[in-house]
């Protein structure tokens, strides 16, 4: 079956600009995850969908940063006035449930670059 | 709070060699833990995970991993690397104690394995 997609794999934009990045979980799939990862660094968790609803959004590093999940599938991420910091690739994962160890399949990502 | 720290940000083996890429983790209540590879611009790939039901875990591609309590660790191994396993490996906790750790997974910075001929 198709994993998880994102779109695009690539975005350069400047900075300043609006961004959204895109996500559609396996088909079934409950839980939706946001991570980013910079270069060098491994993942760092960014916000979680359980169903249509955040269920933890701790790791959004500002208000620039928002993403929704309308219809309990696909998923967007939402960046304002980006800024070169904000540079990284953002994945998105998703699972049969949040709880207990099931596992989260990951998308390829997007490979934001704002200049 | 839950950590992972992973010892060596680059590890270098010969093929046929040994592999062995070491994880410790902190979380505050009995934990999930996973390994996954990132090949190249790809996404992450589950290799192996610790779900409680037994302390050696073994995964794909030949590799496995030992949960050890006591030394809040989880080290990957393989026996006999292959070039195919050139990648990078990230170490991942998950606690399912309640609160804002609920479900999020907290990866480790990365081990680099290079295999040379």
Redesign the interface.
Known sequence: GAG?SQTPSNKVTEKGKYVELRCDPISGHT?L?W?RQSL??????LI?F?GTGA??D??LPNDRFFAVRPEGSVSTLKIQRTERGDSAVY?C?SSLK????Y???????TRLTVT | AQSVTQLGSHVSVSEGALVLLRCNYSSSVPPYLFWYVQYPNQGLQLLLKYTSAATLVKGINGFEAEFKKSETSFHLTKPSAHMSDAAEYFCAVKSDGGGTSYGKLTFGQGTILTVHP
């Open positions: 998880v839980a995850y991570y060098g660094q491994g993942p760092e968790f979680y359980q269920a933890d701790s790791g994945l994962a949040t709880s207990g160890s596992e989260q399949y990951f998308g390829p990502g």
